[in-house]
């Protein structure tokens, strides 16, 4: 079956929907499949070979900034569009994205969502272009139902079958301003319903977004977030040295603030002298500040010598700083819609310790490689914390149970398989 993905990509940090993806089409290709992923936006940041030969970007940055701002660009020859499009001048301007504005940012949103019927309409003619010259595919996958308008089109000019996954939109939308937020989610609510159906990666974001996009709930599949499995071989014992780690951006909204007061408070209780934090995960220069912060405030501590940044890790020294820590916890202020990063410390043999919301307590339950706590409060997160780090021969036994359960139900290897039976086989039998 010949399949193509669509895929966004972040140009200078590890995107975990980039990874997934490339992880995904990596599997269906070693099935048989012939797939294609296509970056939009920015060049893709990932931490495994890609899946497919090197391919243009599409929607790219720059020519949509141009193309929204200044309708000249709109009209400029395909020559002008590539130069804009070259990648190193992509990963420049993405080391540059807090210079957008809040009013361009929502603008640009709206702009993208009117897809052909907007100023963005030379942008989708050349996706559609490029299908044309180089064939359709039997099924398009749209890493993000933010892609819908693009979507919509291929699939009515092209006949073909579209699906789009749903991977934590409402954050973003819901951080417009007003006077956008309302309109890009009646616009996207719009195109999502001419796509095929929408992918989810847990129960709960399913049921969330089908209510918020207006959909009815049997166009929503749940088929979750995956990982390769390759180089996760957990430590069979715990480690030597007591150690608290975070795996995500490096943000506030990941709440890597609230684990550095939880870490501040075990210190405090003087049971733990040699407890160590280690953060890891991706950072841009709009994150720097925020992480500087909390370097200033451990050292004010005088904590100085236990706790490790690590910005941007690749993913063998991913999967080494997973091994060598005794609890994982990602604190995050948001219901996430399915967490990778969970996936991944579990795969690793990590125990977790997550917020009561989202994805979370269905992925613990699953798992049973963890616990949850009420969310946003440092007091209940060290609660939660203590008797892993009491105990963590136990904790070990709790990350082992995880690493089991992600083999058995979030490797990528048997995922493909399911995205196979679930939906691409039922396709076929239409044709």
């Known amino acids: 079956m010949k399949i193509a993905f669509l895929t966004p990509g972040t140009g200078n940090y590890y995107c975990g929907v980039c990874m997934r993806d490339n992880s995904l089409a990596r599997h269906l290709i070693a099935a048989g499949h012939d797939v294609t992923m296509l970056p939009t936006y920015l060049p893709h940041f990932l931490d495994e070979k890609p899946a497919s030969d090197d391919q243009p970007i599409f929607f790219g940055g720059i020519n949509v900034y141009l193309q929204h701002k200044f309708s000249l660009f709109r009209h400029t020859p395909g020559w002008l569009d ?5 990648k190193w001048l992509l990963r420049k301007a993405a080391e540059k994205s807090g210079m957008t504005s809040s009013k361009d940012l929502g603008e640009i949103t709206l702009s993208t969502f009117r897809g052909e019927e907007g100023p963005l309409v030379k942008e989708v003619r050349k996706v559609l272009d490029w299908f044309k010259k180089h064939g359709s595919p039997d099924v398009l996958f749209l890493s993000t139902v933010m892609l819908a308008g693009i979507g919509k089109v291929l699939k009515r000019d092209l006949g ?13 939308l819901d951080s417009l301003l007003p006077e956008y937020r309302n309109e890009a ?13 929408c992918i989810s990666p847990s129960r709960y974001f399913g049921d969330f977004m089908s209510e918020r996009l207006g959909l009815e709930s049997e166009s929503v599949r749940c088929h979750p977030n995956g990982i ?3 180089g996760f071989d957990p430590l069979e014992t715990p480690p030597a040295k007591l150690t608290l780690g975070y795996l995500a951006r490096l943000c506030p909204l990941k709440g890597l603030d609230v684990l550095v007061d939880a870490f501040l408070l075990l210190k405090d209780t003087g049971k733990y002298p040699d407890l160590s934090l280690e953060m890891a995960g991706g950072m841009t220069a709009d994150d720097e500040p925020f992480v500087d912060e909390q370097r200033r405030k451990l050292m004010q501590a005088g904590l100085d010598g236990s706790f490790t940044f690590h910005p941007n890790v690749n993913r ?3 999967i080494d700083f997973l091994r060598k820590l005794t609890v994982f916890s990602v604190p995050a202020r948001y219901p996430e819609a399915f967490g990778l990063y969970v ?5 690793a043999g990590v125990p ?3 917020p009561d919301s989202g994805a979370f307590p269905e992925l613990v339950e699953q798992t049973q490689g963890g616990r949850i706590y009420r969310p946003n409060e440092p007091n209940a997160l060290v609660e939660a914390l203590e008797p892993l780090l009491d105990n963590p021969d136990q904790a070990k036994g709790m990350g082992l149970v995880g690493h089991q359960s992600v083999s058995r139900d979030f490797s990528n290897e048997q995922l493909a398989k399911r995205l196979v039976e679930n939906i691409l086989a039922p396709l076929q039998g239409r044709t």
């Open 343 to 347: 996936v991944e410390a579990l795969a």
């Open 228 to 230: 390769t499995m390759d």
């Open 185 to 197: 989610w009646k616009l996207l609510s719009a195109d999502v319903a001419q796509l095929d159906g």
């Open 316 to 318: 063998e020294q991913k």
């Open 160 to 172: 073909i079958p579209v699906f789009g996954f749903l991977q934590g939109e409402d954050s973003f």
């Open 352 to 354: 977790v310790v997550l």
């Open 82 to 86: 590539k130069a804009f499009d070259n």
